[in-house]
T-cell receptor
Framework: GAGVSQSPSNKVTEKGKDVELRCDPISGHTALYWYRQSLGQGLEFLIYFQGNSAPDKSGLPSDRFSAERTGGSVSTLTIQRTQQEDSAVYLC????????????FGPGTRLTVL | GDSVTQMEGPVTLSEEAFLTINCTYTATGYPSLFWYVQYPGEGLQLLLKATKADDKGSNKGFEATYRKETTSFHLEKGSVQVSDSAVYFCALSGSGNTPLVFGKGTRLSVIA
């Protein structure tokens, strides 16, 4: 079946612009996660959605970052007023509710802020 | 908070050599442990996992045993191939569906 998909695969933007990154999880997966992968910081958790519960936003680095998940499926990560330090690969993952947390990752969106 | 420490790379081995990548963790309770692999130009893939003490995860010739007494989950393979060249990440997760905590990754290069 289809895996986790993300779009766009690459995004180049100018400092100060807003960007939206999209994630389509595996059908039937109730949990959805966003991570960021950068050279200096490795893999960092950003935000986590589980079913209809309030999202865990504890990993968001600033209030310029937000995410929503519509209809328990597709998620959009929004970064407002992008800064150069936001340049990274943004990864989305999804998992079943009870799967010992086996997360399936998408290919990522590479964001470059000029 | 929870954390994962893995050996820094890069690691360069000749084909058919034995591989060990060390991973230790700090966590409350009984986390699940994972190894993920990222091949060049590709996304993260789950390589193997272990959900309780003394479990051994294995896949594609790789193995790792969940050692609670030493809080370790070292990755091993008896004979590496060029196709194993990738970045390997050790990770843990607390109970339930919680975000993964990753080590910084170890880059492995296998030369023919």
């Amino acid at each position: 079946g289809a895996g986790v998909s993300q779009s766009p695969s690459n995004k180049v933007t100018e400092k100060g612009k807003d960007v939206e990154l999209r994630c389509d999880p595996i059908s039937g997966h109730t949990a959805l996660y966003w991570y960021r992968q950068s050279l200096g910081q490795g893999l960092e958790f950003l935000i986590y959605f589980q079913g209809n519960s309030a999202p865990d936003k504890s990993g968001l680095p600033s209030d310029r970052f937000s995410a929503e998940r519509t209809g328990g499926s597709v998620s959009t990560l929004t970064i407002q007023r992008t800064q150069q330090e936001d340049s990274a690969v943004y990864l989305c993952a999804s998992s079943l509710e009870r799967s010992y947390n086996e997360q399936f990752f998408g290919p990522g969106t590479r964001l470059t802020v000029l | 908070g929870d954390s994962v420490t893995q050996m820094e790379g890069p690691v360069t081995l000749s084909e058919e050599a034995f591989l060990t990548i060390n991973c230790t963790y700090t966590a409350t309770g009984y986390p699940s442990l994972f190894w993920y692999v990222q091949y060049p130009g590709e996304g993260l893939q789950l390589l193997l996992k272990a959900t309780k003490a003394d479990d051994k995860g294995s896949n594609k010739g790789f193995e790792a045993t969940y050692r609670k007494e030493t809080t370790s989950f070292h990755l091993e393979k008896g004979s590496v191939q060029v196709s194993d060249s990738a970045v390997y990440f050790c990770a843990l997760s607390g109970s339930g569906n919680t975000p993964l905590v990753f080590g910084k990754g170890t880059r492995l290069s296998v030369i023919a």
